[in-house]
């Protein structure tokens, strides 16, 4: 009687302790699956958070994007403030240009790298997934802002070389002209002179004799064509005085008495003073005898 009894709670104990085993593995098990699922959790947040800190600074950079002064004054300009675009103001543009392409290019590899990262964690979130996409439709727009700058500028660019070829023309054309004004009032404001002995001026061919009997009494007068050769040329714009290396001298040309005055020099040479040139040069050649 007492042996049975031993027996049954020997076999009770043994279920007891079975079970007691069995719920402790469970209690184990799920404690496991408890820290699992938190810290799945944890880093779930902590990768959500980091997903939002990677879209705040694609946002920052894409708001740095800035579309200034300098960039957005190009698309509103008419076309005649556009064609005073400067070669270093279209150099300026140029580089804008190329830092927002820049900073552009670098906002969609953050876009990219943020979509990777998030397909790698397995995270799916609608409001995430917004996010980004509003950030992709930034990105498009700014591409385009730029793509319609560098059209803008290259065509400013084009317009440009062509006004400065234009205007290079004209100024050929004004320095031509200048050029030949010039040469014009040279023409006009310049008499020929000659100073010598009698000797010296028939040898030059600058004057003859004419008139009186027998070879006396002649008179000297200029002769109808000098060679300029030996002729000084002087531009009575520029210059009003003729100096000469004798004390006493004779004008033998017909210049008008009233357009020039001979007045002796501090170093006793006789002078000839020009006082009304455009009279003075009516006669464009001057012939003067030392006497």
Do not use: C, W
Not at 82 to 102: C, F, H, N
Not at 153 to 160: A, R, Y
């Amino acid at each position: 009687m007492r042996k049975p009894t031993q027996i049954v709670l020997a076999v009770l104990i043994v279920l007891f302790a079975g079970s007691t085993a069995v719920l402790y593995s469970k209690y184990r098990q799920s404690s496991a699956e408890v820290v699992q699922s938190r810290t799945a959790e944890a880093e779930a947040r902590t990768s959500y958070g980091r997903t939002l800190d990677q879209i705040a600074e694609i946002q920052d950079s894409l708001n740095a994007i800035s579309f200034d002064s300098g960039a957005t004054q190009l698309l509103a300009q008419d076309l005649r403030s556009e064609q005073k675009l400067t070669e270093p103001q279209g150099k300026e543009a140029l580089d804008r240009i190329a830092v927002l392409r820049s900073s552009i290019l670098r906002s969609k590899d953050m876009i990219r790298r943020l979509e990777t990262s998030s397909k790698k964690n397995g995270m799916k979130v609608a409001g995430l997934e917004k996010m980004v996409a509003n950030l992709k439709q930034t990105v498009a727009e700014k591409e385009g802002l730029v793509a319609e700058l560098s059209t803008r500028v290259d065509s400013l660019q084009t317009q440009v070389t062509g006004l400065t070829a234009s205007v290079q023309e004209t100024q050929e054309q004004v320095r031509t002209r200048d050029v030949t004004i010039e040469e014009k009032r040279k023409e006009l404001a310049t008499v020929y002179y000659i100073v010598g002995k009698k000797k010296d001026l028939k040898a030059a061919g600058a004057v003859v004799a004419t008139g009186g009997v027998l070879g006396l009494g002649k008179s000297l007068l200029p002769a109808p064509n000098i060679n300029e050769s030996v002729l000084t040329a002087l531009d009575t714009d520029q210059e009003s005085v003729i100096r000469t290396p004798a004390a006493k001298v004779r004008v033998l040309s017909a210049q008008p008495a009233s357009s020039y005055e001979l007045r002796l020099g501090e170093d006793g040479h006789m002078e000839i003073h020009i006082l009304n040139p455009s009279e003075f040069r009516k006669v464009r050649q001057l012939v003067v005898l030392e006497a």
